[in-house]
């Protein structure tokens, strides 16, 4: 997938297109809105980054040329406010989703990934990964051919990893990802360990190769082999 | 007391005192002045008895006249000093009066006699009597005029006042309205009225800086942060990072995350407060709990809490959003500060939610519960979460108390 990443603050610029890069995804980035428009209009992206605290105007601006001129781009924007005006004005002008800063690289490709899917799937919409093979819609999971039963916070952390594939993701963008970040983990990481003990197990009694894989003293790591 | 009572008593001491004792001396004077029409009188009739002595040589018969007695009395001595005297007046009817009488020596073929003039004053003291009803009659109109001067004119006049002291009372610094320009006649009040005008629109406008600058801050901080964290994620990645280092860095996304969700709730009451969260609509509140219950069953599981739900319908008219944060943070609450295997009930009923949960064995200092950044020990919120709770309650006009018996802490709010 191609991404373009308009962002102003540059370490956070960087990071963004490091994590994205990788697992078949092209990125480029830019720092302000005219160049963000004048990429948008010499490329087709599948997917664009937009922050709305831009130096030279409002990311807004950019998303109103994309909607004018009919491109199909997938909009993510990243904004540092966490204001529902904004957020309900972004989704209204075209946006697919909403993220408010600071968020975890993981969260962030997660997402991408769900709207890049909801938009270019059709009918079939099946994420397929070796032996796994999940039915979007339905919410369904099978394993070699077989379905298997996940609650809905398993069913949420399986996709989450099968998103950030080969990255480390920490206990805590876990916890943000399932709970969302009003609530306090308090340090208390024991029950994600039950959780991911509980899908791990579920996987591998339905013959699923282990993917999972701890790394002690930050997170979990899903990797092939 | 009021001004005007404080004032309306000292107006009608001084003016009851003043009438009285000008009445005293009014009485006094009238009473002088006509002892001295009288006794001008009884000399004339003194000396018209001495000229029909003089003409008639003879004594004048004692006669009596309709309010005057004249009687002689033969004396012995040469010589009575001319006097005038209060004394009795008896009329035909043998009734009394007062009366004044003057005695003087008359002497009459060689004999002295003492004539005495006795004249009634009962003209007179109707006289008096008619002055002091009148002075009276003044007195209480004069009073009675005052009171009602006092009372509706004042009363008129104090209005202006009246009007800015509650437009103070009611002035709220982050309300949008401002206190009106009120003029009226009295210089003081309008003087006063300016002076917390310009008062209330200084106070307003730096309230607003302040919470502009809460504002821009926590937002600027969102970046930096947002920076932190990326950089975190990456760091981990790296395969050659060993556990212990690892786990500084999750202490350090344990702070980062804090730090953020602090921002996060500054933001948002700072917008509860400005009232600008107007989302409102109407909820299955009852769905809501059970959706909220379910998403955070895991963690009640975890720490084995036994949870006892009651849920029956009920509908609210509210944000969305605001309700949200209001049930995760009560229950987070419930459950945060709850103790392992310990109980949480969360009753919805009537026009009552209430959170029950067991806890540490004293009970939270009521006072200081909904404050900002007043935590339980040991505590890892924001400190936030209840002040957030509470602001969002009196923006709806919910009720919100808390309790502690038998070492159950309730939270409750009344709808």
Redesign the interface.
């Known amino acids: 997938m191609k991404i373009l990443i308009i962002e102003d603050e540059q370490g956070l610029r960087e990071n963004i297109t490091t994590y994205l890069s990788g697992d078949g995804n092209i990125c480029e980035s830019c720092s302000t809105l005219a160049a963000a428009i004048d990429k948008l209009a010499n490329y087709d992206y599948d997917c664009v980054l937009l922050d709305i605290g831009l130096p030279d105007g409002e990311g807004f601006a950019a998303l109103d040329y994309l909607k004018n001129r009919m491109k199909s781009e997938s909009v993510l924007i990243i904004s540092a406010r966490n204001s529902l005006d904004d957020k309900l004005k972004g989704l209204n002008i075209g946006a697919d989703d909403y993220l408010t800063k600071p968020f975890h690289l993981a969260e962030l490709k997660a997402r991408l990934v769900a709207i890049y899917r909801r938009k270019n799937a059709g009918s079939n919409n099946k994420l397929i990964f070796n032996e796994i093979t999940i039915d979007l819609p339905g919410r369904n999971v099978e394993v070699n051919g077989e379905p298997i039963t996940l609650t809905r916070k398993e069913y949420d952390m399986l996709l989450y990893f099968m998103a950030n594939k080969g990255r480390v993701i920490s206990k805590n963008a876990i916890a943000e990802h399932l709970w969302g970040d009003e609530m306090d983990m308090h340090d208390n990481f024991d029950f994600i360990y039950t959780h991911i003990k509980n899908l791990r197990k579920k996987l591998l009694d339905a013959s699923c190769n282990d993917y999972l894989r701890s790394v002690y003293g930050i997170g979990y790591k899903f990797m092939a082999q | 007391m009021k001004l005007a009572t404080h004032y309306n008593r000292a107006n009608i001491i001084i003016t009851i005192s003043v009438l009285l004792i000008g009445g005293i001396i009014y009485y006094f004077a009238i009473n002088y002045i006509a002892n001295k029409q009288i006794d001008r009188e009884l000399r004339e009739e003194t000396e018209e008895t001495n000229d029909f002595i003089a003409q008639h040589h003879k004594l004048p018969g004692e006669y009596e006249l309709e309010d005057q007695q004249t009687f002689f009395n033969k004396i012995s001595k040469d010589s009575l000093a001319e006097s005038y005297f209060d004394t009795v007046y008896k009329d035909d009817g043998k009734k009394c009066h007062h009366g004044r009488a003057e005695a003087s020596l008359v002497s009459f073929n060689g004999n002295n006699y003492k004539a005495t003039i006795v004249i009634s004053r009962v003209n007179t003291e109707d006289f008096i009597q008619l002055i002091t009803l009148i002075t009276l009659a003044l007195t209480i109109g004069l009073l009675v005029t005052l009171f009602i001067t006092n009372r509706f004119i004042l009363n008129g006049l104090w209005r202006p006042f009246h009007t800015t002291l509650r437009d103070i009372k009611a002035f709220n610094v982050a309300d949008a309205k401002n206190i009106e320009q009120n003029k009226g006649k009295v210089d003081e009040f309008n003087e006063l009225n300016e002076a917390v005008q310009v008062m209330s629109a200084r106070v307003k406008n730096d309230f607003q800086h302040l919470k502009q600058f809460t504002e821009n801050a926590s937002?600027?901080m969102?970046?930096p942060?947002?920076?932190?964290?990326?950089?975190?994620?990456?760091l981990?990645?790296d395969e050659t990072l060993k556990?212990?280092?690892?786990?500084q860095?999750?202490d350090i996304?344990?702070a980062?995350?804090?730090l953020?969700?602090l921002n996060?709730s500054l933001?948002l009451l700072v917008k509860i407060e400005n009232n600008l969260?107007k989302?409102e609509e109407a909820l299955d509140l009852d769905q809501m709990i059970a959706e909220k219950i379910r998403?955070?069953h895991?963690?009640i599981?975890?720490k084995n809490i036994h949870l006892e739900k009651q849920l029956n319908p009920k509908k609210i008219t509210a944000s969305r959003?605001l309700t949200d944060?209001l049930l995760?943070?009560l229950l987070?609450n419930a459950i945060?500060h709850n103790i392992g295997h310990g109980s949480l009930a969360v009753i919805l009923t009537g026009n009552l939610l209430i959170f029950q949960n067991s806890g540490p064995s004293t009970p939270l200092d009521t006072t200081m519960i909904f404050e900002r950044f007043r935590k339980g020990q040991g505590s890892?919120?924001?400190g936030l979460g209840l002040a957030i709770v509470k602001n969002i309650c009196s923006m709806y006009g919910w009720k919100l108390t808390y309790d502690y018996n038998m070492r159950m802490h309730t939270f409750q709010v009344e709808f």
């Not at chain 2, 942060?225 to 990456?234: E, R, W």
């Open positions: 937002h600027e969102m970046t942060l947002a920076v932190i964290t990326s950089k975190l994620d990456m981990i990645q556990s212990d280092q690892l786990e860095l999750t996304y344990t980062t995350g804090k953020s969700r996060q933001l969260i989302d998403h955070f895991e963690i599981d975890a959003y944060i995760n943070n987070n945060r890892e919120g924001t």
